[in-house]
Protein backbone atom coordinates (compact mmCIF):
# COMPACT_ATOMS: atom_id res chain seq x y z
CA UNK A 1 0.00 0.00 0.00
CA UNK A 2 1.24 3.63 -0.95
CA UNK A 3 1.89 6.64 1.38
CA UNK A 4 0.12 8.42 -1.19
CA UNK A 5 -3.44 9.30 -1.66
CA UNK A 6 -4.92 8.15 -4.94
CA UNK A 7 -5.55 11.43 -6.22
CA UNK A 8 -1.96 12.23 -5.38
CA UNK A 9 -0.87 8.91 -7.56
CA UNK A 10 -2.68 10.41 -9.96
CA UNK A 11 -1.42 13.82 -9.67
CA UNK A 12 2.28 12.20 -10.01
CA UNK A 13 1.69 9.49 -12.81
CA UNK A 14 -0.25 11.79 -15.12
CA UNK A 15 2.55 13.41 -16.96
CA UNK A 16 4.39 16.33 -15.23
CA UNK A 17 8.26 16.02 -14.95
CA UNK A 18 9.15 19.18 -13.53
CA UNK A 19 9.46 19.86 -9.88
CA UNK A 20 12.10 21.38 -7.72
CA UNK A 21 14.05 20.17 -5.20
CA UNK A 22 14.82 21.71 -1.77
CA UNK A 23 18.43 20.68 0.25
CA UNK A 24 20.54 22.49 2.96
CA UNK A 25 23.85 23.21 2.42
CA UNK A 26 26.53 22.69 5.13
CA UNK A 27 26.11 26.16 6.58
CA UNK A 28 22.54 26.05 6.75
CA UNK A 29 21.30 27.64 3.42
CA UNK A 30 18.39 26.08 1.87
CA UNK A 31 19.34 25.33 -2.17
CA UNK A 32 15.84 24.97 -4.33
CA UNK A 33 16.14 23.60 -8.06
CA UNK A 34 14.31 22.86 -10.89
CA UNK A 35 14.91 19.05 -11.78
CA UNK A 36 13.62 16.31 -13.47
CA UNK A 37 11.94 13.27 -11.14
CA UNK A 38 9.66 10.09 -11.72
CA UNK A 39 7.44 8.49 -9.16
CA UNK A 40 9.21 5.10 -7.86
CA UNK A 41 6.16 2.74 -7.56
CA UNK A 42 8.02 -0.32 -6.18
CA UNK A 43 10.03 1.82 -3.50
CA UNK A 44 7.43 4.39 -3.37
CA UNK A 45 9.56 7.51 -3.40
CA UNK A 46 10.38 10.06 -5.58
CA UNK A 47 13.52 9.93 -7.44
CA UNK A 48 15.38 12.44 -9.25
CA UNK A 49 17.80 12.47 -11.86
CA UNK A 50 19.75 14.89 -13.69
CA UNK A 51 23.30 15.99 -16.15
CA UNK A 52 26.51 15.02 -13.87
CA UNK A 53 23.84 14.85 -10.72
CA UNK A 54 26.87 13.49 -8.68
CA UNK A 55 28.74 16.87 -9.28
CA UNK A 56 25.86 18.58 -8.18
CA UNK A 57 25.52 20.63 -4.65
CA UNK A 58 22.13 19.06 -4.52
CA UNK A 59 23.74 15.82 -4.32
CA UNK A 60 26.70 16.49 -2.14
CA UNK A 61 23.84 18.16 0.56
CA UNK A 62 21.63 15.02 0.27
CA UNK A 63 24.26 12.79 0.95
CA UNK A 64 25.76 14.99 3.60
CA UNK A 65 22.06 15.79 5.63
CA UNK A 66 19.95 12.61 4.58
CA UNK A 67 17.34 15.22 3.93
CA UNK A 68 15.39 16.32 0.81
CA UNK A 69 12.19 17.90 -0.17
CA UNK A 70 10.54 18.77 -3.55
CA UNK A 71 7.62 20.66 -5.08
CA UNK A 72 5.37 19.26 -7.53
CA UNK A 73 3.21 21.71 -8.95
CA UNK A 74 0.89 23.53 -11.85
CA UNK A 75 -1.82 25.72 -12.47
CA UNK A 76 -4.70 23.61 -13.58
CA UNK A 77 -6.94 26.64 -14.77
CA UNK A 78 -6.27 30.50 -13.93
CA UNK A 79 -10.23 31.06 -14.35
CA UNK A 80 -11.27 30.12 -11.87
CA UNK A 81 -7.68 30.11 -9.85
CA UNK A 82 -6.50 26.30 -9.40
CA UNK A 83 -3.63 25.76 -8.20
CA UNK A 84 -2.22 22.45 -7.86
CA UNK A 85 0.46 20.59 -6.32
CA UNK A 86 2.43 18.04 -4.18
CA UNK A 87 5.05 18.71 -1.20
CA UNK A 88 7.50 15.57 -0.24
CA UNK A 89 9.73 16.00 2.93
CA UNK A 90 11.85 13.22 3.92
CA UNK A 91 14.99 11.45 3.56
CA UNK A 92 17.10 11.48 0.85
CA UNK A 93 19.00 9.14 -0.24
CA UNK A 94 22.14 9.82 -2.68
CA UNK A 95 22.88 7.22 -4.97
CA UNK A 96 26.09 7.16 -6.96
CA UNK A 97 25.62 3.65 -8.71
CA UNK A 98 24.48 2.19 -11.54
CA UNK A 99 22.56 5.75 -12.53
CA UNK A 100 22.82 8.91 -10.17
CA UNK A 101 19.96 9.58 -8.68
CA UNK A 102 18.69 11.42 -5.42
CA UNK A 103 15.74 9.10 -3.79
CA UNK A 104 13.17 10.82 -1.21
CA UNK A 105 11.77 8.52 1.49
CA UNK A 106 8.45 10.49 2.04
CA UNK A 107 7.98 11.46 5.71
CA UNK A 108 5.62 14.64 4.97
CA UNK A 109 3.77 14.99 2.59
CA UNK A 110 1.06 17.81 1.58
CA UNK A 111 -1.04 17.83 -1.59
CA UNK A 112 -3.56 20.65 -2.59
CA UNK A 113 -6.20 21.07 -5.16
CA UNK A 114 -6.10 17.23 -5.82
CA UNK A 115 -9.35 16.87 -3.68
CA UNK A 116 -10.94 19.34 -1.32
CA UNK A 117 -8.91 21.42 0.45
CA UNK A 118 -5.65 21.13 1.87
CA UNK A 119 -4.04 17.55 2.93
CA UNK A 120 -1.02 17.45 5.17
CA UNK A 121 0.22 14.63 6.74
CA UNK A 122 3.11 12.97 8.39
CA UNK A 123 3.95 9.23 6.93
CA UNK A 124 5.45 6.25 8.81
CA UNK A 125 7.77 3.88 6.67
Known amino acids: MSVFTEAELRYLTGGRRLGRIATVGADGTPHVVPVGWIYNAARDTIDIGGYELEQSKKFRDAARSGRAAIVI?????????????????????????????????????????????????????
Open 73 to 125: DDVESTEPWRPRGIEVRGRGEAIALPTPLIRIHPERIVSWGLEQGRRARTVTG
